[in-house]
Nanobody, 124 residues
Framework: QVQLVESGGGSVQAGGSLRLSCAASGYTYSMYSMGWFRQAPGKEREGVAAISNEGMLTFYADSVKGRFTISRDNAKNTLVLQMHSMKPEDTAMYYC?????????????????WGQGTQVTVSA
């Protein structure tokens, strides 16, 4: 049974940093890409960052390029999203997800398992 558990959310002031983690279990973690997505109230879920199965390829939404970094540790089955220079528009529920295959993409349709999410709030 696949499980994805996010942690690390919270409240931060604009310009601050947060580090999100996702613990994966129930499948061969190193075989699949992983991604971070977010959804703000009243808005559609959007892709934030993705990483290929071995971590060689990454992809970022334009809105977070240069501020967020995605990484993974295949020995520990963990995924991390390091967020810097945060903005109020980064406020959302953040989800980690398992991809259908090994490639990096932020297309939500390419993901098959999702965590429950962790809330991130950035105040001005």
């Amino acid at each position: 049974q696949v499980q994805l558990v996010e942690s690390g959310g919270g409240s931060v002031q604009a310009g601050g940093s947060l580090r999100l983690s996702c613990a994966a279990s129930g499948y061969t973690y190193s075989m699949y890409s992983m991604g971070w997505f977010r959804q703000a109230p009243g808005k559609e879920r959007e892709g934030v960052a993705a990483i290929s199965n071995e971590g060689m390829l990454t992809f970022y939404a334009d809105s977070v390029k240069g501020r967020f970094t995605i990484s993974r540790d295949n020995a520990k089955n963990t995924l991390v999203l390091q967020m810097h220079s945060m903005k109020p528009e980064d406020t959302a529920m953040y989800y980690c997800a398992r991809g259908r295959d090994s490639g990096a993409t932020i297309d939500p349709d390419r993901y098959i398992d999702w965590g429950q999410g962790t809330q991130v709030t950035v105040s001005a």
